[in-house]
């Protein structure tokens, strides 16, 4: 196995506790739901125990997943199956926009400014709303960039291009830029190394392919889902999220063909082997260009 992906593996398993679940989520997400949805509980124990996790904390996640509303299982003769419930589903289609897809560039101009008055559902509005992308001006006062993510009463606030630098004020006030740009960072600081081996041509094996492509979007996940994407003219210049997708996007157009031969060969679901990716997944960061051709060992 290339050096880059015990270190890699190695810096996944400081992180305490271990959240087996959270990683088959990234799995399926990644790799599975493009092909199909289903896969065996025999080629996620492969898949899992090359990121060195036993058989039976993968057990313990899915049950949980299950639990949860996430994840459906049923059996064939001895063998189980896994696939997303339309909850999941529902759920993966956002998270998969905001991963793969290009974000907004252009600002239109305007603001969408949300008074909570009902303190009842306000808590419960409020995370809704965060993780739909608004900020948060106040206790009852949030602030969206773009089109509205939620019918509703809200007022449009419109400004002109003179009052771009009080609207990067409003930005820097609605959203912790800083935390969030700190996870840019520390994403391109672990996987710039990563881009250095492949740009050297370093040896992969199919499966080495795999796992540091569900690594990379595992980790640009977590920095990429707390971003509410504004576009470019409100944020700092430069600005790391950008580096860290144009990072992501490279690695990952690298590793796609040696990473998709191995689920070629070892991915079952319960009619055989996986079907063939759909069309949307040709689209994941479609403006990045591979380092280089990968050499698989």
Known sequence: MAAVVEALLDRFHERTPIRAGSLIVTVFGD????????????????????????DTLVRTALSRLVAEGWFERWKVGRNSYY???PQGQEAFAEATRRIYADPPHEWHGSFDLLLLE???DRNALRGELSAAGYGTLGPDLLMGAGPAARTGPFLRLAATPADLPT??????????????EARYRRFID???????????????TSLDALLVRILLIHDYRRAVLKDPLLPSRLLP?????????????TIYRTLLPAAERWIDTHAQNDLGPLPA?????RQRFAAAEPAAELRIG
Not at 41 to 52: D, G, K, Q, V
Not at 190 to 204: I, K
């Open 237 to 249: 210049r430069p600005w790391a999220g950008t580096g860290a997708r144009a990072l992501c996007g």
């Open 83 to 85: 696939r997303l419930t």
């Open 277 to 281: 990716v759909d069309e949307t997944f």
């Open 118 to 120: 009902n303190p009842q």
């Open 31 to 54: 790799a599975v739901v493009p092909r199909g949805g289903v896969l065996s509980l025999a080629s996620l124990h492969e898949i899992m125990r090359a990121f060195r996790i036993s």
């Open 190 to 204: 672990t996987y710039a190394g990563t881009l250095g081996a492949l740009e050297r041509g370093a040896g992969f």
């Open 167 to 180: 609207a990067r004020r409003l930005v820097e006030k609605a959203w912790p830029l800083a935390e969030i």
